[in-house]
């Protein structure tokens, strides 16, 4: 279910309502945003909206015209990438080097700073049909291993 909550709903809320992109198209994973911005200050844009302490960065590009977003750990999709800028996260050394020879620039957005809007968003969207229904379901929160 979660695979495919974040294929469904969860990459375009985190793009719109937290990222503040406007989504250009969405590919079964991989939600588009068009944006013209400088790289150097996207980049700084998106630490401060995913609180985001020392995120991993490739820089291939001075100019972000087209950013794509894979939520958790996408960095296995980067072969499908038809952007400038893959945010993304659990990207390891030889997904940023085929990325640098794409010449892709990627800012890795953490797995749970990327996923941790899950369930509160789950909840926001089953609530009504949990309580008309007098169903009960116990939806958690995972908390972020790493400190």
Do not use: W
């Amino acid at each position: 279910m979660h695979t495919n909550f974040d294929k469904t709903h969860l990459n375009k809320y985190v793009a719109t309502k937290i990222l503040g992109l406007d989504i250009e198209d969405s590919q079964e994973y991989i939600t588009y945003a068009n944006i013209d911005n400088d790289f150097d200050i996207f980049q700084k844009d998106i630490e401060k909206k995913l609180n985001l302490k020392q995120p991993k960065v490739v820089k291939c590009n001075d100019k972000v015209k087209r950013v794509a977003l894979v939520t958790g750990a996408g960095a296995s999709m980067i072969s499908e990438v038809n952007a400038d800028c893959f945010l993304t996260g659990d990207i390891k050394y030889h997904d940023a080097m085929e990325a640098s020879l794409r010449k892709i620039s990627l800012i890795d957005i953490g797995h749970y700073e990327s996923e941790h809007h899950f369930s509160p968003l789950l909840l926001g969207l089953c609530e009504k049909y949990l309580i008309k229904n007098k169903l009960k379901a116990i939806i958690t929160a995972s908390k972020n291993p790493f400190k």
